[in-house]
């Protein structure tokens, strides 16, 4: 991934966000430990002769973190079931790597090559002694927002993409302007991380150049005429939904924060977002719980979380969330995702 790096950005040798580290160990517990923090719980093992020599150099913005590791022997690392919510973009930066999402599985043995774990199949992956990867962690909620202020319209269900980066030059792009990325916060992330603006400049960055580059089962919509823009009580309505989703929100509550009529709001909604200001709730209130679900631990109950999102009859609720994620709540979380 950053073999595109500007020359003479970065010293020869040198680490990927070598101003950045967070682990440097030789104990494969406490590298397991702190690259889990930063990334999604998992079990790593040693497969073979080597001495471990873990580093973990990372950098959390807001809803995307970017960070480099390596472990110094071969391993192999299972997730403890789904990647949780988030999306998972793996780089490898030298060495070789083999990686499974769901049924697929991937051989990498080239710098630049690169897969994306998505946030509701299970994953595992098998590293050379000198295998390195750059990460790039993205909130799932956030890009599900960010795709859904893109086309004016809900995603409806989870974002897939296919898993094997592409061998387009959009994706050689991306990765290339990802490595500029890298670079830059080696160099100047104090600047970076002191300004809101560019942090959310750049996120946006992230999310867009991914959604746009490599190839994923909502294309068909980034593709399609954009449509007419929102009218502003809408987006006063949605944003009231997005923000304070547990206030107990009825649709008269939202026309009288937009400065709109009842009927007036709901007409707006059907042509501009295709469904009504309570089903748009509903979809909010949708996310919370999976994430909740996927973030829950041992005392974590379906029949719990559903209740605090005002989901009272359970059936219902619980076709709604198989309609949208594909799974059953009880499984997202068994699996943790």
């Not at 809803?63 to 110094?72: L, W």
């Amino acid at each position: 991934m950053v073999s595109d790096q500007p020359a003479g950005r970065r010293r020869h040798g040198t680490e990927p966000l070598s101003r950045h580290v967070v682990l440097a160990s030789g104990d494969l517990d406490e590298a397991r430990r702190g690259i889990g923090n930063v990334f999604v719980p998992h079990q790593v093992d040693v497969a073979g002769p080597g001495v471990v020599a873990a580093r973990l150099h990372a950098v959390q913005l807001d809803r995307v973190t970017f960070a480099y590791s390596r472990y110094g022997a071969p391993v192999e690392i299972g997730g403890l079931g789904a990647m949780g919510p988030c999306y998972h973009l793996n780089v490898l930066h030298r060495g070789a790597v083999r990686s499974w999402r769901g049924r697929d599985e991937v051989d990498q043995s080239r710098r630049g090559e690169g897969v994306v774990f998505t946030p509701d199949e299970g994953w595992r992956m098998s590293w050379g002694s000198d295998c390195a990867q750059v990460a790039v962690r993205i909130d799932q909620q956030a890009l599900h927002r960010h795709f859904e202020r893109t086309v004016g319209r809900p995603s409806g269900r989870s974002i897939v993409f296919r898993f094997a980066l592409d061998e387009s030059p959009a994706v050689r792009s991306f990765v290339s302007l990802l490595s500029s990325i890298v670079t830059e916060l080696d160099t100047t992330a104090e600047s970076w991380l002191s300004s809101r603006l560019m942090v959310a400049q750049v996120e946006d960055f992230v999310m867009s150049g991914l959604l746009a580059a490599q190839p994923h089962d909502h294309c068909d919509a980034l593709a399609a005429p954009p449509g007419p823009s929102r009218p502003r009580h809408v987006r006063r309505a949605m944003d009231l939904m997005v923000e304070r989703p547990d206030d107990p929100l009825t649709t008269t509550d939202l026309a009288d924060a937009a400065g709109v009529s009842v009927r007036t709001l709901q007409a707006a909604f059907h042509s501009h977002v295709g469904m009504s200001p309570m089903e748009f709730l509903r979809d909010v209130r949708l996310e919370r719980v999976h994430r909740e679900l996927a973030d829950g631990g041992a005392h974590t109950t379906v029949t719990a979380v559903a209740l605090r999102w005002g989901f009272g009859h359970l059936g219902r609720f619980a076709v709604a969330y198989r309609r949208k994620y594909g799974r059953s709540p009880s499984d997202t979380l068994r699996s943790g995702g």
